[in-house]
């Protein structure tokens, strides 16, 4: 089992830059895949990134390609989403996912291949 809390969203204008992270507890953190989703009113939650346990494989949302960029720091159990240019579209509850294991090379991109789910952690981006 392991316990996901998101931080860091907040207002911005449109054009500027947030990070969000997410602290996990519990069982050993490279035991997992990480992503993070989005879900703005109305709509169905919308994948945006993941990243394997090493690191080494990362997948986009066509939406989000060449503006988000996540990472994860291990031996801080955390992982992070650092969102530049932002959109007025960009505007969501955003969370944290966990998967657990998951092996590098393969892309987990659909809601139900996570186990474990934040609480979220919502962004608003003003036009």
């Known amino acids: 089992q392991v316990q996901l809390v998101e931080s860091g969203g907040g207002l911005v204008q449109a054009g500027g830059s947030l990070r969000l992270s997410c602290a996990a507890s519990?069982?050993?953190?490279?035991?997992?895949?990480m992503a993070w989703f989005r879900q703005a009113p109305g709509k169905e939650r919308e994948f945006v990134a993941t990243i394997s346990w090493s690191g080494r494989s990362i997948y986009y949302g066509d939406a989000v390609k060449g503006r988000f960029t996540i990472s994860r720091v291990n031996a801080k159990n955390t992982v992070y989403l650092q969102m530049n240019s932002l959109k007025p579209e960009d505007t969501a509850l955003y969370y944290c996912?966990?998967?657990?294991?998951?092996?590098?090379?393969?892309?987990?991109?659909?809601?139900?291949?996570?186990?474990?789910w934040g609480q979220g952690t919502q962004v608003t981006v003003s036009s």
């Open positions: 996912a966990a998967r657990y294991l998951g092996a590098d090379g393969f892309y987990y991109t659909e809601r139900a291949q996570y186990q474990y």
């Open positions: 519990g069982r050993t953190f490279t035991t997992y895949t």
